[in-house]
């Protein structure tokens, strides 16, 4: 479910029409739903209820910081994984001990900022970063809580850009040999053991993977419980998908997938972690761009929009769909037309949609790109010195800029010219 909803003819963010907000801030531009953040937020509170449980929001996904602190007031957690996002989840006002630092390649740097600054965990991804990790801490005269991520070599069936469980993913250590590395993370003075984590992949539409990798989990938690480990914490990931076109069959609820979890691990008594990013913020984002101008080519028609691949790369990097639809709502019994729908970047790869059924549009209307509120402006970009968009967040019948346009004045000035040229 989603706030985006045509009324009276065109499409309104909760209260807010979309044309007043492209009035106001230009276009393209990114328009998130406080309403819906919360409710996606509550489905997964919903669904380990009754559990001993933290909903640690995956912000990768989107970390403006009015998204942050929109979850962070809601009981969020957050799971970062890098300095960068670290500090931006403190400056959202998300203490430590709710913070879960993921990834494989953190630095001594971001090991150090998050010991200092209060850690709720390190989910550790290999022997080197435990290494490390265990130097840094006897350096600050501390233990580091940690968790060991176990692949549990299982094919989430997801795209292979985002699929993380295999044996050949570069994520974790191989469970088969994780019994070794508990014991050795155990010898080590500066690392506290607490508990296992496991992420097999994202935008994930079947349960079965994620039963598969949990069962692997309970029993990994018996065998290290058995040898001598605490485990008492089991932070499994995320990676529920969402429906990208309203036409698709629907990923399963947060609450089946909530009972995945209670069947194959709430046996054991520990705290459950869990890290949705995609489910919370996907459907609570649009993209609304502008079409600049209707080309006839040879054999189709073109739909150029002033939004392109560096605004929103997910078409262009991973063969993504988004449902397109005009912010004027079309008559019922209009004519679809079939377009390549792209944007102005010289890139072939700056297209959106190939042969997309669409009603008749024109120069100056606007559409919006539906469930863009994930990995949209994070992976956003200046190429072709294209300022990045601005994201708005509305809130019943009010609207915010939540992060501006820059100008191109302000692009140049961050450059700086050597006095040698």
Not at 116 to 135: C, D, H, K, T, Y
Not at 239 to 257: F, Q, V
Not at 302 to 308: E, P, Q, R, S
Request: contains cysteine; charged residues 25%; negative net charge.
């Amino acid at each position: 479910m989603d706030h985006f909803l045509y009324r009276d003819g065109e499409l309104f963010a909760e209260d807010v029409p979309v044309a007043e907000i492209a009035a106001a801030v230009g276009t393209p531009f990114y328009c998130y739903s406080s309403a819906t953040l919360t409710r996606h937020f509550q489905l997964f509170e919903e669904a380990l209820a009754g559990l001993d449980h933290m909903v640690c929001y995956a912000m990768k996904a989107a970390s403006n910081q009015a998204i942050l602190t929109t979850l962070a007031r809601l009981g969020a957690g957050m799971d970062v994984v890098s300095g960068g996002e670290y500090t931006r989840a403190k400056a959202a006002g998300v203490p430590g001990e709710r913070i879960v630092f993921s990834g494989v390649g953190k630095t001594r740097d971001e090991m150090r900022m998050a010991l200092e600054g209060g850690i709720r965990q390190f989910n550790v991804e290999s022997e080197p970063e435990m290494a490390v990790l265990n130097e840094v801490a006897l350096s600050l005269g501390l233990r580091a809580p940690i968790t060991v991520r176990v692949n549990p070599d299982v094919d989430a069936k997801t795209h292979a850009k985002i699929a993380t469980g295999k044996s050949e993913n570069k994520f974790g250590i191989p469970i088969a040999r994780a019994r070794e590395v508990y014991a050795h993370a155990a010898s080590l003075p500066g690392l506290e053991v607490i508990g296992i984590d496991v992420h097999i992949g994202s935008q994930l539409t079947d349960l079965a993977p994620f039963r598969m990798a949990y069962r692997k989990v309970a029993e990994l938690t018996e065998a290290l419980r058995a040898d001598g480990h605490d485990i008492r914490r089991l932070d499994l990931g995320g990676g529920l998908g969402i429906p990208y076109a309203r036409s698709n069959e629907a990923p399963p609820l947060p609450l089946a997938w909530g009972q995945v979890i209670r069947e194959e691990v709430g046996h054991l008594g520990c705290e459950i972690e869990i890290e949705p990013g995609r489910l919370i913020a996907g459907n609570a984002g649009i993209m609304v761009s502008k079409v600049i101008y209707v080309k006839s080519g040879e054999g189709r028609d073109f739909l150029i929009l002033d939004g392109a691949m560096n605004d929103l790369i997910r078409p262009a990097m991973y063969d993504a769909h988004h449902d397109i639809v005009p912010v004027v709502e079309p008559e019922a019994a209009v004519e679809m037309q079939p377009y390549d729908i792209v944007g102005p970047v010289c890139e072939s790869g700056d297209t959106f949609a190939k042969q997309r059924l669409m009603p008749p549009v024109q120069a100056g209307d606007l559409v919006a790109f539906r469930s863009a509120g994930a990995y949209g402006a994070v992976m956003a970009s200046e190429y072709n010195t294209r300022p990045l968009i601005p994201e708005v967040l509305v809130h019943e019948h009010q609207f915010a800029v939540i992060r501006a346009r820059p100008s191109f004045d302000e692009i140049l000035n961050r450059d700086t010219i050597p006095e040698w040229l």
